[in-house]
């Protein structure tokens, strides 16, 4: 169960993962030993799944974001298999997941440019055995985009 310095601990990473013990402690008016020793736990725990850089995806060059939702042919369970593992060999899809609802999966997927998104609905997308629909919706305005969990 989290305590509330807990709860604090994993508001302060998500807001910067780079954040020393020393500078934790300072912040919670705690000293660097019990900060360390939470932290350690709550990895232990698997409440912290790792730690990354987040890139600016207009500064590599991937300036069209677009979601996709996904409808299969057929339902049973080797074909959904099947399909979650070909989505996984598209480095363009950053997120994937299986819905409830009118379509079967929704991608998050970014590229360079329009003609970058059809060369991977044309020739990739479209060579997942069990495909069916494909409609897309592409991000004009990115209003908020975070990686923070809301910790209450």
Known sequence: MLDSTDKKILQLL??????TIKELASKLN????P?????KRLENEKY??????????????LLLLAFCNIS??????NYIKKFEKDILQ?????????????????????VEDMDAYQ?????KLASIENLGQVQSA????????????PVQ
């Open 90 to 110: 598209f480095n363009e899809v950053i997120e994937c997941y299986h819905t409830a609802g009118v379509y079967d999966y929704l991608i998050k997927v970014m």
């Open 138 to 149: 592409f991000v004009m305005t990115e209003v908020i985009s975070t990686t923070n969990i």
């Open 72 to 77: 299969l042919k057929s339902h049973e369970a």
């Open 48 to 61: 912290i799944s790792s730690y990354k850089a987040i890139l600016n995806r207009k500064k590599v060059g």
């Open 119 to 123: 060369n991977f609905v044309a020739h």
């Open 14 to 19: 998500q807001s910067n993962g780079k954040y």
């Open 30 to 33: 705690l000293t660097t030993t």
């Open 35 to 39: 900060i360390f020793e939470r932290i």
